[in-house]
């Protein structure tokens, strides 16, 4: 028999209709479908024998959506701050992860990055990362929507030998939780600094194959750009093109540096963009153009990369941070308004990652990835704008309850799947195992 749940918030924002805020209404979902949006007094009325919840201060919306994520790394989180990309990469995160970095670690540090996002409000993670059953495993038991990203790079480590080694590895996860709701996959090779034309081929034709989508590093920084002149005589971009890379299954994370040239090779491939401003800053890599980006065309999602080199996992803050960098790097400060920055956070990713007839906004027939934030704090109060209350005010502490697939999450700020005392302490042995 299904289970029926209405929901009563103050506020429903369904982020379609584009920048809509209902208010008198409820959300009526049957076991993971939402049914749909009807007057309060009505679905009461209609769904008298349905579990009524109450939420007479809060906003409710589509869970987020977080673009490029590498969950794992929030075990590394503060190991090493204030340093460029290449040296941060090559100094101490490879080295750290060559040292440290397993089954358990990965499995481990995943539980702990999804616990953080659904306190947060993020329904689904696009992750990169290694041991990819540990990530697909942890995103089974958190609840979270997963898309596991399966890296590869050519040199080895303790997950891999080669890019070949890398390739099989994916094949196996894939095969292994086909079927399994919730957990889907990408080919995740690097970036073009780590990843050979060779390689790149292999990928596009197993990700034909396999019928996923891919998702790679693209022009984070200056040195990346240098490097790829120096060696192929174009820009990374360019490279990728004559490969066959660039097309509507490819999720670019970063794109700091793209030109006008660029920018509209983009939108003619029918690229996504995932948007990390908070990473990009912090390793000074630069600001993407992302108003630039909008008005081209081109769809962009927001990340927060991973907890190394952000170091929080908050689509709240990146989603404020996002519109003010955009009205500055613009000068135009009705460049990435609150609704549309709403949308990059929830919508936009979900079609990103081929999902948007699923998740991504509260509509009659989609998945009930939902959340509610509570308004009534002081540091967002009195409300005239809901949207634009969450987006530049509302801190991730706010998010009260969260549903994926109907299946409740969190409720009353309480985790109802994970042991946020029990990721604490495995936390804290394995920051005395890598600083020692």
């Known amino acids: 028999m299904k289970k029926t749940t209405c929901l009563h918030p103050k506020w429903i ?3 379609e209709p584009h920048a809509s805020v209902l208010s008198d209404a409820s959300l009526v979902m049957e076991d993971a479908v939402i049914v749909g949006i009807m007057p309060s007094a009505a679905a009461r009325q209609q769904y008298a024998n349905a579990e009524h919840i109450d939420l007479p ?27 460029a990309l290449m040296e941060w990469l090559h100094e101490h995160i490879w080295p750290a992860e060559k040292k440290h970095v397993s089954e358990q670690f990965v499995f481990d540090g995943s539980l702990h990055a999804m616990a953080e996002m659904i306190r947060g409000g993020t329904t689904t993670v696009n992750d990169m990362y290694f041991f990819h059953h540990a990530v697909a495993r942890a995103g089974v038991q958190s609840g979270m929507r997963t898309v596991v990203g399966c890296s590869v790079l050519e040199f080895p480590n303790a997950y891999c030998q080669d890019a070949d080694d890398y390739l099989q590895k994916a094949q196996d996860v894939i095969r292994d939780f086909a079927g399994q709701q ?7 090779p690097h970036a073009p600094y780590t990843v050979s034309d060779a390689s790149f081929k292999k990928i596009i034709a197993l990700a034909q194959q396999l019928s996923v989508g891919i998702h790679c590093h693209i022009h984070e920084s200056v040195d990346e750009l240098a490097t790829s002149m120096k060696e192929y005589g174009v820009r990374p971009l360019a490279r990728l093109d004559q490969l066959g890379l660039l097309s509507p299954q490819l999720i670019a994370a970063h794109v700091v540096h793209a030109d006008d040239a ?3 090779l983009l939108q003619q491939r029918g690229v996504h963009v995932a948007h990390n401003p908070a ?24 990340g927060t990369d ?12 990146d989603m404020r941070l996002a519109a003010l960098l955009a009205k500055t790097q613009s000068d135009e400060p009705t460049a990435l308004n609150a609704a549309q920055a709403l949308e990059m956070a929830t919508l936009s990713g ?8 699923e998740i991504g906004s509260l509509v009659a027939g989609k998945y009930a990835d939902i959340i509610a934030i509570d308004l009534s704090a002081l540091e967002t109060t009195p409300v005239y704008d809901p949207i634009s209350q969450i987006v530049y005010a509302a801190g991730r502490e706010q998010v009260s309850d969260v549903w994926v697939h109907g299946r409740c999450l969190m409720r009353g700020r309480q985790l109802l799947t994970l042991d946020s005392g029990a990721l604490m302490e495995t936390a804290l042995a394995w920051q005395a195992k890598i600083a020692a």
Do not use: W, Y
């Not at 991973?306 to 803050?317: E, H, P, Q, V």
């Open 350 to 357: 979900a079609k990103a990652l081929g999902l948007d007839r």
């Open 57 to 83: 201060t809060h906003a409710l919306l589509p869970g987020f959506v977080n673009l490029h994520a590498h969950s794992a790394m929030c075990l590394l989180r503060g190991l090493a701050d204030d340093l």
């Open 279 to 302: 990473s990009n800053l912090k390793l000074a890599s630069g600001m993407a153009r992302i108003h630039s980006m909008q008005m081209a065309g081109i769809n962009v999602g927001l």
């Open 13 to 15: 924002i369904p982020i």
């Open 182 to 188: 919730g957990v889907a996959f990408k080919l995740a």
């Open 306 to 317: 991973g907890s190394a080199s952000n170091n929080k996992l908050d689509m709240l803050a």
């Open 262 to 264: 660029e920018i509209a």
